[in-house]
């Protein structure tokens, strides 16, 4: 199976896929998944987590360091201190109640985004992933509360981070691999300076789901050569399939309206249609049926979903779109996609 990879160059995924069995009506609402475990949290109106593709996603294996021995049965059990206490994850209160339940916060942090632009659940493949409840602080010497401009999620944004001083919040710990073009003039061999896991720690508030932080280790530098990159944070943002829906066919058998519905923390920086320079979704070439339309959204306090009308185009110029398209699930896109 493959795994989902999100492109880098583009704050918004347009996908449009076949689905092979069955139609709906092309005007039908999008489906949206329930589940006992999601609906008994009720989140706060301006809570930017949403219910999930998958609202009982499987536990994914423990991070693959001994990082992992400081989680159990979802909490943080000992001490989390990394950067000389830059972070630190302490274990919860044991009467700790958060509001957002584990499987809400799980599934919304699966669907997150790694600082290369790529899923969460993709990373947890690879080298685990480790999950709990925790008392988190950052110092205030890395996380500013000013309105900053970070590098998140392959694209640069300003938002201004909410402090983190004994936040009870819910953690997730990811190793990714991380790649690189190095140029010519790059070590071929390994400098003998110790090599760091290079953790990624995404983060929200227990109680509100807002707050998101993605807090990425001090790690060696890429390309073998010597030295370190410091300790760095940015928003944490996550992946999410919205609503849509058909208003019109046309102008011509290639294109269609419709609209979406984007929250205000979502981002909207969608692709153009170059003839009109309309923002645009574009039909996949081999499986045109299925409309999915995901976007970022950072987890910080959000407002409620606006509708917004949306140009649908076939991929290119001498196909048509078909006569029923079909919605995907919509949610935090905490599934991956062959």
């Given at each position: 199976?493959?795994?989902?990879?999100?492109?880098?160059v583009?704050?918004?995924?347009?996908?449009?896929?076949?689905?092979?069995?069955?139609?709906?009506?092309?005007?039908?609402?999008?489906?949206?998944?329930?589940?006992?475990?999601?609906?008994?949290?009720?989140?706060?109106?301006?809570?930017?987590?949403?219910?999930?593709?998958?609202p009982?996603?499987?536990?994914?294996?423990?991070?693959?360091t001994?990082?992992?021995?400081?989680?159990?049965?979802?909490?943080?059990?000992?001490?989390?201190?990394?950067?000389?206490?830059?972070?630190?994850?302490?274990?919860?209160?044991?009467?700790?109640?958060?509001?957002?339940?584990?499987?809400?916060?799980?599934?919304?942090?699966?669907?997150?985004?790694?600082?290369?632009?790529?899923?969460?659940?993709?990373?947890?493949?690879?080298?685990?992933l480790?999950?709990?409840?925790?008392?988190?602080?950052?110092?205030?010497?890395?996380?500013?509360t000013?309105?900053q401009t970070?590098t998140?999620?392959g694209?640069?944004?300003?938002?201004?981070?909410?402090?983190?001083?004994?936040?009870?919040?819910w953690?997730?710990?990811?190793?990714p691999?991380?790649?690189?073009?190095?140029?010519?003039?790059?070590?071929?061999?390994r400098?003998?300076?110790?090599?760091?896991?290079?953790?990624?720690?995404?983060?929200?508030?227990?109680?509100?789901g807002?707050?998101g932080?993605?807090?990425?280790?001090?790690?060696?530098?890429?390309?073998?050569f010597?030295?370190?990159?410091?300790a760095?944070?940015?928003?944490?943002?996550?992946?999410?399939?919205?609503?849509?829906?058909?208003?019109?066919?046309?102008?011509?058998p290639?294109?269609?309206?419709?609209?979406?519905?984007?929250?205000?923390?979502?981002?909207?920086?969608?692709?153009?249609?170059?003839?009109?320079?309309?923002?645009?979704?574009?039909?996949?070439?081999d499986?045109p049926a299925?409309?999915?339309?995901?976007?970022?959204?950072t987890?910080?306090?959000?407002?409620?979903?606006?509708t917004?009308?949306?140009?649908l185009?076939?991929?290119?110029?001498?196909?048509?779109?078909?006569?029923?398209?079909?919605?995907?699930p919509?949610?935090?896109?905490?599934?991956?996609?062959?």
């Amino acid at each position: 199976m493959m795994r989902r990879r999100w492109p880098q160059v583009l704050a918004v995924l347009i996908v449009v896929t076949m689905l092979t069995a069955g139609c709906t009506r092309s005007a039908q609402p999008a489906h949206r998944t329930e589940s006992s475990s999601i609906a008994s949290t009720t989140l706060p109106s301006n809570s930017p987590l949403t219910e999930c593709v998958d609202p009982s996603p499987a536990q994914p294996k423990p991070i693959d360091t001994d990082l992992a021995q400081k989680f159990t049965a979802g909490r943080v059990h000992a001490a989390v201190v990394l950067d000389n206490g830059t972070f630190r994850a302490d274990p919860a209160p044991p009467n700790a109640a958060p509001k957002i339940s584990p499987a809400m916060a799980l599934c919304n942090l699966l669907a997150g985004s790694t600082a290369q632009n790529l899923s969460v659940l993709d990373a947890a493949g690879q080298h685990g992933l480790s999950f709990g409840l925790g008392v988190v602080t950052v110092a205030d010497s890395l996380l500013h509360t000013a309105p900053q401009t970070y590098t998140a999620a392959g694209g640069s944004q300003t938002a201004s981070l909410q402090p983190y001083h004994h936040r009870l919040a819910w953690l997730a710990v990811i190793k990714p691999a991380v790649l690189s073009s190095c140029p010519t003039s790059a070590p071929t061999a390994r400098p003998a300076s110790p090599a760091l896991p290079g953790y990624q720690i995404l983060a929200i508030d227990a109680d509100t789901g807002a707050a998101g932080i993605l807090y990425l280790t001090k790690t060696n530098a890429l390309c073998n050569f010597p030295g370190y990159r410091p300790a760095s944070i940015a928003p944490a943002i996550e992946f999410v399939s919205v609503a849509w829906d058909l208003v019109r066919r046309g102008p011509g058998p290639q294109s269609a309206a419709i609209t979406y519905q984007p929250r205000p923390c979502d981002s909207r920086d969608l692709p153009s249609f170059a003839s009109t320079n309309q923002p645009a979704a574009f039909a996949d070439r081999d499986n045109p049926a299925r409309v999915n339309v995901v976007l970022q959204r950072t987890l910080t306090t959000c407002g409620p979903a606006a509708t917004v009308p949306l140009l649908l185009r076939s991929a290119d110029l001498t196909t048509d779109l078909p006569q029923h398209l079909i919605h995907a699930p919509v949610g935090a896109a905490d599934v991956t996609t062959h």
